[in-house]
């Protein structure tokens, strides 16, 4: 089933998805779904509590991450509740968190979604360089014009080059990735 996912997807999409992921895959799985247009109306997750935190986090909060970016642009996170490792037989050596997403675009269409995903992944690379740093040694943005056409985007949505990545709202991606893809 892991496997062949997509292709049962495609033939009757569930209404509702619930697991209890393995901690050292949720995020791909996770990202999986997301990116390839495959969330259920509710998705109801046990994940990893730091994992969790990850995904609602806020920018400048030290788990803020390109992984929070996707998620946030692409469903409502909702906190289920902590769980803790007493919940669990065997008990595992982590707490847990339940997480809800529901599809949804909170920041507005994102014009090209693979290409938006390329921009934030490729500008977290290095979480702690600048912006304009980013740019410069990212190699992520090769399908996008130019390098002054992604810079003039910047500038276009106020949003300072000198900044770091973990300070770029959700919104801040989406309306940048928007302008470079509309050109």
Same mark, same amino acid.
């Given at each position: 089933?892991? /496997? *062949?996912? /997509?292709?049962?997807?495609? /033939?009757?999409?569930?209404?509702? !998805?619930l697991g209890n992921l393995p901690y050292n895959a949720a995020s791909a799985i996770i990202a999986a779904f ?5 969330l259920a109306d509710m998705n109801v997750f046990t994940v990893q509590d730091e994992m969790g935190q990850r995904?609602? +986090?806020?920018?400048? &909060? ?6 929070? !970016?996707?998620?946030?642009? #692409?469903?409502?996170? /909702?906190? @289920? @509740? ?7 037989? %065997?008990? %595992?050596?982590?707490? #847990? =968190? $339940? !997480?809800?997403?529901? %599809? +949804? *675009?909170?920041?507005?269409?994102? !014009? ?8 934030? =992944? ?10 304009? &740093?980013?740019?410069?040694?990212? @190699? ?17 949505? &106020?949003?300072?080059?000198? =900044?770091?990545?973990? *300070? ?7 309306? $940048?990735? &928007?302008?470079? +893809?509309? @050109?």
């Open positions: 089933m892991v /496997k *062949t996912w /997509k292709d049962q997807w495609a /033939k009757t999409a569930p209404d509702k !998805v997301i990116e390839n247009g495959c995904m609602w +986090a806020k920018p400048g &909060n030290k788990n803020y991450s390109s992984f929070s !970016v996707l998620c946030q642009t #692409s469903a409502k996170v /909702k906190d @289920g @509740g902590k769980l803790t490792p007493g919940s669990f037989y %065997p008990a %595992p050596r982590v707490n #847990s =968190r $339940i !997480v809800t997403l529901e %599809p +949804a *675009t909170p920041f507005g269409e994102i !014009v090209a979604p693979e290409a938006f995903r390329a921009l934030v =992944r490729g500008l977290f690379a290095s979480r702690r360089k600048t912006l304009s &740093n980013n740019l410069a040694a990212s @190699g992520h943005l090769a399908q996008f014009p130019p390098l002054e056409a992604v810079r003039e985007a910047f500038h276009a949505e &106020n949003v300072e080059l000198s =900044r770091r990545p973990e *300070t770029v709202s959700p919104g801040e991606w989406v309306a $940048i990735s &928007n302008r470079i +893809a509309q @050109g």
